[in-house]
């Protein structure tokens, strides 16, 4: 089966340091992923997408790589915010249903 | 994206019973699911809310632990029936519109003692 998986647990990183959090699936077959952020005592909330048939894409302080070569994917959050403090995870997404990987809780040290 | 309530927010529950949790959504959505986390870990997919008919299992779930019914396109209730102490988790529902993103409640975090 299919499953997507994050490369590290916890990540410490210094307000206004880049961010990078990996991401590993094993599905050849995944064309759609998503990254997601949890704080503490709420529901996940969207951060971006990438579909298959790109390999980068760019938000608002953030972007995600997609390697299909390698199946991973990456999330760069650029100059890193306290209000960046949250649990990341990744997510394979499944005609809508969503395979979510292990997550990686981000520290901002001040 | 809409925004999602769920009621209660957490609750402690004694083993053996049950307890409902309810999601409503503020606008009209397509799909809508249910998820657990257990403490410290990953969101499982439990099932597909489905409109006017039984809800979509995944492996590992069954309907009579977890009914879930969904009347309408804004609603939603899962029950966790016959409660024991590995019940105690986050449930989390969400939704999804057309061409939209999948959106998630704040989650119900039960204690089953």
């Known amino acids: 089966g299919e499953s997507v998986g994050l490369h590290l647990p916890t990540l410490s990183v210094q307000e206004g340091d880049n961010s990078i959090i990996n991401c590993a699936y094993s599905n050849s077959a995944s064309d759609y992923f998503i990254w997601y952020k949890q704080e503490s005592g709420k529901g996940p909330q969207f951060i971006i997408d990438?579909?298959?048939?790109?390999d980068k894409r760019q938000g608002q302080r953030v972007t995600v790589l997609l390697n299909k070569t390698v199946k991973h994917l990456s999330l760069q959050i650029a100059a890193t915010q306290p209000g960046d403090s949250a649990v990341y995870f990744c997510?394979?997404?499944?005609?809508?249903?969503?395979?979510f990987g292990a997550g990686t809780t981000v520290t901002v040290r001040a | 994206s809409a925004v999602i309530s769920q009621k209660p927010s957490r609750d402690i529950c004694q083993r053996g019973t049950s307890l409902t949790i309810q999601c409503q959504v503020d606008s009209q959505v397509t799909m809508m699911f249910w998820y657990r986390q257990q403490p410290g870990q990953s969101l499982t997919l439990i099932a597909t809310a489905n409109q006017g008919s039984e809800a979509t299992y995944e492996s590992g779930f069954v309907i009579d632990k977890f009914p879930i019914s969904r009347p309408n396109l804004t609603f939603s209730t899962l029950t966790v029936s016959n409660m024991s102490p590995e019940d105690s988790s986050i449930y989390l529902c969400s939704g999804l519109k057309e061409g939209g993103e999948q959106f998630f409640g704040p989650g119900t975090r039960l204690t089953v003692l």
């Open positions: 997510a394979e997404n499944g005609d809508y249903k969503l395979s």
């Open positions: 990438i579909r298959s048939n790109m």
